[in-house]
């Protein structure tokens, strides 16, 4: 799994609702975990490791050129 600031975090539950979240920061070699994680509903940031269910939605990045 690899993220960069401004991808989305969305952990899916079988029990409840989904979270999701902005990575803020990437602490791991090559865009690995642990991230930074900005939570939508809470606003608080944490130390995230992903595990099953978690899904990583790239933001836009604009192209050079």
């Known amino acids: ?4 600031p401004g991808d989305r975090v969305v952990v ?3 029990r409840g609702a989904d979270r999701d979240g902005e990575v803020v920061d990437v602490q791991g070699q090559d ?3 642990p991230y930074v994680v ?3 509903r809470t606003g608080e940031e ?4 992903p595990g099953p ?3 990583i939605e790239p ?3 604009e192209s050079a050129g």
Do not use: K
């Open 38 to 40: 900005r939570w939508t």
């Open 12 to 14: 899916r539950s079988q």
């Open 46 to 49: 944490s130390l995230f490791f």
């Open 53 to 55: 269910g978690t899904v």
């Open 59 to 61: 933001a836009a990045r």
């Open 31 to 33: 865009g690995g975990p």
């Open 1 to 4: 799994m690899s993220a960069a």
